[in-house]
């Protein structure tokens, strides 16, 4: 069992940083691809960002790549998203996701079995 927390979401204004954190509970962090998600008033959520187990591999939404990056330290039970040049589009509350496998990290919702309570992320323009 993993019990996820999200931490650093907060008011921007567009073209601004934001990092978000994710702090996992238990002693098998390592062994589980992490994501974000997002979701927007009104809209179903979607896929942002993953990282592999190890961190070796991540993959990215068109609509983020290039601006955001995903990170882990497995030392500190925690994986990040480091948000650049933001903009109002990404107005959403963001989720951080996981699941056990030691693979390629998937974008497919569906495969993520923990949950985060999520972090609002506002981008004013």
């Known amino acids: 069992q993993v019990q996820l927390a999200e931490s650093g979401g907060g008011l921007v204004q567009a073209g601004g940083s934001l990092r978000l954190s994710c702090v996992a509970s238990?002693?098998?962090?390592?062994?589980?691809?992490m994501g974000w998600f997002r979701q927007a008033p009104g809209k179903e959520r979607e896929f942002a960002a993953t990282?592999?187990?190890?961190?070796?591999?991540?993959y990215y939404a068109d609509s983020v790549k290039g601006r955001f990056t995903i990170s882990r330290d497995n030392a500190k039970n925690t994986v990040y998203l480091q948000m650049n040049n933001v903009k109002p589009e990404d107005t959403a509350v963001y989720y951080c996701?996981?699941?056990?496998?030691?693979?390629?990290?998937?974008?497919?919702?569906?495969?993520?079995?923990?949950w985060g309570q999520g972090t609002q992320v506002t981008v004013s323009s």
């Open positions: 238990g002693r098998t962090f390592s062994r589980y691809v």
């Open positions: 990282i592999s187990s190890g961190g070796a591999s991540t």
């Open positions: 996701a996981g699941y056990l496998s030691y693979g390629s990290p998937s974008p497919a919702l569906y495969n993520y079995n923990y």
